[in-house]
C-alpha cells in the first residue's frame, strides 16, 4: 500500500543557487552538495517538516538530468518518492484474456461516457509520469533483491529523457543485463480497465518482442498493483 510522501525530486540548472534560496530566503535546513557520479548527477537535501525536497543538477556529458533541462530550461519537478511496506508485493497476475469473438462491446448508451473517462485518463500526463515513477521503483527493488545494484542504477526514463518516441517509457535489464523494455500504462481503475495503444508502440512491440514488456498499473488512486504482458502488444492484447 502507498504511504507516506518521501521527498519530492526538482532539477535544477543551478545548485548552489538553488540551495541558497532555500536556505537563506526561506530559512529551510540543506545539506551540502553529494556528488552521484553514477547516477550523473549533484545533490542536495532540503528537510521540511513533513517531507524532504531533492535537488538534482547535471552531473558529467552523459547526465540524464542534463537532458531534462533541455527540455524544461528552467527545472521543475523531476519525479516523486512515496514509502511502501515492500512493492514487489504489487505484482499480480494479469486478467484472463477472452478471445476476440467473446469479447462483448459495452451498451450504446454507457460507451460514449466510459470511453471520455478513458480518453481524458489517457491524456493525463501526470497520472502516466507517477505510474512510470512507480514502474522505475519497482523494477530497481527488483534488481536490488537479486543483488543486480549495478543495473538498478542504470534504470533510465526514457519517455522523460527523450519523450515518447522510443515506444516505450522504461528502459530497465533482466538478471542477466539484457535490456527490458517497458511501456508503462497507469489507470485509477482496476485491472479490467481498457487502455489505448498507440501505433508506434505496436511496431516497436513487434520488432523487439524478447524483450518487450508492458506494465499495466492499476488501483494507483488507493492500493497501486500491476501486472505485465511480455512480447508483441499484437499478441498480448486485444487491439
Known amino acids: 500500500m502507498i504511504g507516506r510522501l518521501n521527498h519530492v525530486a526538482i532539477a535544477v540548472g543551478d545548485i548552489a543557487k538553488a540551495s541558497k534560496l532555500y536556505r537563506d530566503t526561506l530559512g529551510a535546513e540543506v545539506s551540502g552538495v553529494v556528488p552521484q557520479p553514477d547516477h550523473g548527477v549533484n545533490t542536495v537535501f532540503i528537510t521540511l517538516p513533513n517531507t524532504k525536497i531533492e535537488l538534482l543538477e547535471p552531473l558529467g556529458e552523459n547526465s540524464p538530468i542534463a537532458k531534462f533541462l533541455e527540455r524544461n530550461p528552467d527545472g521543475g519537478i523531476h519525479h516523486i518518492c512515496y514509502e511502501v511496506d515492500d512493492i514487489l508485493k504489487a505484482l499480480t497476475d494479469p486478467p484472463q484474456s477472452k478471445p476476440k469473438d467473446q469479447v462483448l462491446e459495452p451498451a450504446p448508451r454507457t460507451s460514449p ?18 505510474g512510470e515513477e512507480f514502474v522505475i ?26 519523450g515518447d518516441g ?49 506494465y499495466r498499473v492499476f488501483g494507483f488512486r488507493d492500493r497501486p498493483q500491476l501486472f505485465t504482458l511480455k512480447g508483441a502488444l499484437s499478441t498480448t492484447c486485444i487491439t
Do not use: C, M, W
Not at 461516457?113 to 507517477?130: H, P
Not at 516505450?168 to 481498457?194: C, N, W
Open 137 to 162: 521503483n519497482f523494477e530497481r527493488a527488483r534488481l536490488i533483491s537479486i543483488n543486480r545494484e549495478l543495473l538498478a542504477s542504470r534504470i533510465q526514463h526514457v519517455s522523460k529523457l527523450r
Open 166 to 214: 522510443d515506444g516505450f517509457d522504461v528502459l530497465s535489464f533482466e538478471d542477466s543485463g539484457a535490456e527490458r523494455l517497458i511501456e508503462v500504462k497507469t489507470t485509477k481503475y482496476g485491472r479490467e480497465t481498457p487502455f489505448f495503444l498507440s501505433r508506434n508502440e505496436l511496431s516497436v512491440s513487434q520488432f523487439r518482442s524478447t524483450q518487450y514488456l508492458l
Open 113 to 130: 461516457l466510459a470511453t471520455n473517462y478513458l480518453e481524458r485518463e489517457a491524456r493525463n500526463r501526470q497520472l502516466g509520469l507517477a
